[in-house]
């Protein structure tokens, strides 16, 4: 946990990037308003906090990288203290997330220590779908769960679905500001980098190139060209060198971070695209949803009089006259 006494907000971005020098492209991520609204409007335990917040920004690298309005769904299903994970990005740029738990279970595991996001997962499955809307097929690919991390997960993803050499990196920080008074406010910062091997990358796409700063060294300047094989090796070895910290520091830029691992190969960073906390739930949505009920499965929802309905994303909470449920609902 670390502890300033003025957080950064405003981060909520994907950045995409390109490696010349090394063929690869990629996209960071910055997360802070984003995963600390949901958070908090769930106040899930800490340890389970943590594991959203790297699902989220895991999602967030992928499904920012859809080309259409569609939506990129990661969900997981465990035998695990945390049975089930949804984060849904709607693509261009909201994302909204939920978690549900065994009290007992996670209870046990944080009395053993055992609160890493593998940890609470166990065994089960990580299904990643991308839907193009109603009338385009879906993709669904499956990934097991065996002890793995998010970010294994993701590698076995990549490599069973794209078949393309890629490195995910997420790490994930609580912030703690002190107040004057009351409580010490606390905050949240999710970061991550991904970077995918694409020795035949496209080069016309608008960019800027990334400032080389004061270095003194002209040589570090210069775009340095290696083989195909000798290019992931190399860049798998700077991605390694990340520190969690270094994805999460507000103070340390999407920008900065990539000049740091790849000044010597020619960086260029592509317009920034902004992730926002935004939930598609409506009471139009909810309406329409029990068009798909017969009206004696809506008496079984009336009750005190009310069909109460509350979204598991953002919690808000909704109430039907059973009279006007009747009217929409499948006779």
Not at 163 to 180: C, G, I, N, W, Y
Not at 215 to 223: R, S
Not at 278 to 293: A, H, Q, W
């Amino acid at each position: 946990m670390t502890e300033q006494t003025n957080i950064v907000s405003s981060l909520d971005r994907v950045l995409p990037f390109q490696v010349d020098g090394l063929d690869v492209r990629g996209r960071m991520v910055h997360l802070n308003e984003t995963v600390t609204g949901i958070i908090q409007r769930h106040n899930y335990p800490d340890a389970v906090n943590r594991l959203l917040a790297e699902a989220i920004a895991l999602t967030s690298l992928l499904g920012s990288s859809l080309k259409f309005e569609g939506k990129f769904i990661l969900q997981v299903q465990s035998k695990g203290a945390v049975n089930m994970l949804v984060v849904d990005y709607n693509a261009p740029d909201a994302v909204r997330a939920y978690v549900r738990f065994d009290e007992e279970a996670l209870k046990q595991r944080i009395e053993k220590g055992e609160t890493r996001p593998e940890q609470l997962l166990g065994e089960g499955h990580l299904v990643m779908t991308i839907d193009q809307g109603q009338y385009m097929n879906r993709y669904q690919g499956v990934v097991v769960l065996d002890g793995k991390s998010l970010e294994d997960a993701a590698h076995a993803y990549f490599m069973q679905s794209e078949q393309l050499p890629t490195r995910v990196r997420l790490a994930v920080t609580e912030m703690v500001s002190k107040q004057d008074e009351g409580p010490a406010k606390s905050e949240w910062i999710a970061g991550g980098l991904l970077v995918q091997y694409l020795p035949h990358s496209s080069e016309d796409i608008p960019h800027r190139d990334l400032h080389p700063g004061d270095h003194p060294d002209p040589e570090m300047q210069k775009t340095h060209h290696v083989t195909e094989a000798d290019a992931w090796r190399e860049c798998e070895a700077l991605v390694n060198t990340v520190d969690d910290h270094e994805l999460t520091d507000p103070e340390v830029s999407a920008e900065t971070l990539l000049y740091r691992l790849f000044h010597e190969n020619g960086p260029r960073v592509f317009e920034s695209m902004p992730i926002y906390d935004r939930c598609t739930c409506s009471r139009e949505r909810i309406s329409d949803m029990f068009k798909t009920f017969d009206p004696e499965e809506m008496k079984d929802m009336v009750v005190d009089g009310k069909i109460e309905v509350t979204c598991e994303f953002c919690s808000t909470h909704y109430e039907f006259d059973p009279e006007d449920v009747a009217k929409v609902a499948k006779g």
